[in-house]
């Protein structure tokens, strides 16, 4: 498992996004590749000789507090990104979703909770560029209808935006794109707590815009399901960075 730092090559890669967000497979922004759409494909073609058992993925483990984290596993070659969690003692992280083209179930983070994360891990981490962590893992958080979706936007709008090279004119991520497939207003996605503060989805009708997660019961105690004490562990931590962070500003 790497460090942050591993993506260095990668933060201000146009490419990287398009593949990514999945741009470069129709997903949103596709309509604004442009140029880029013929680089891509000419990569896919020489990723066509490459060993399908080559592994790829890149482990990249963002931490919170110590022995907290949040673990980012990306694979640009075959479109799947999952999220996971580490508290101490820990030797794998905890999964509490995944994006890929096929079985998608990204929704693991109420929009409240990424930012909280992501605050932690800028206070946390002060060499990243800013907006990092919050364009990267977007993607596995969704907005309802308790959120300030106009706040949410512009601040994944401005991650995006800071990281995009000055001299680069051509595709690049965007709020909308986030916001096109993670907004779930109107859709009736309702949450539950038990008195320890776990949230998962309650049930909703067939007929609802699907909500792709597997934060969809409580805690059973068993080890199995959604890992809620790992996640409430995560934010726990993050809370306690972000009030340190506060007391030696």
Do not use: K
């Not at 058992?53 to 890149?58: A, R």
């Not at 309802?144 to 001299?167: C, K, N, S």
């Not at 009708?205 to 805690?219: H, K, L, M, N, Q």
């Amino acid at each position: 498992m790497t460090t942050p730092s591993a993506l260095h090559e990668l933060w201000h890669d146009p490419e990287f996004w398009a593949r990514y967000t999945f741009a470069h497979e129709d997903g949103p922004g596709a309509d604004r590749l442009g140029a880029l759409q013929d680089l891509l494909d000419e990569h896919d073609d020489l990723d066509d000789d490459v060993d399908d058992e080559d592994d790829t993925s890149l482990d990249v483990a963002f931490e919170v507090d110590a022995g907290h984290h949040v673990v980012l596993s990306i694979d640009v070659s075959i479109d799947l990104h999952s999220l996971g969690v580490t508290t101490p003692g820990t030797t794998e992280p905890a999964e509490l979703g995944w994006d890929d083209l096929a079985h998608w179930h990204p929704y693991a983070l109420r929009w409240s909770e990424l930012d909280l994360i992501c605050r932690a891990i800028a206070a946390r981490n002060p060499e990243l560029p800013p907006g990092a962590a919050l364009a990267l893992l977007c993607r596995f958080a969704a907005v309802f209808d308790d959120d300030d979706v106009d706040q949410a936007l512009a601040a994944v709008d401005e991650a995006y935006a800071a990281l995009r090279p000055a001299d680069w004119a051509g595709y690049w991520p965007r709020g909308t794109d986030w916001l096109e497939r993670a907004d779930f207003r109107g859709e009736n996605v309702t949450w539950q707590r038990d008195e320890a503060g776990n949230l998962w989805t309650g049930e909703r009708d067939v007929d609802a815009e699907p909500f792709y997660s597997t934060r969809i019961g409580p805690d059973t105690g068993a080890g199995d399901g959604f890992p809620h004490a790992q996640l409430r562990a995560v934010l726990d931590a993050a809370t306690a960075t972000l009030a340190r962070s506060v007391t030696s500003g």
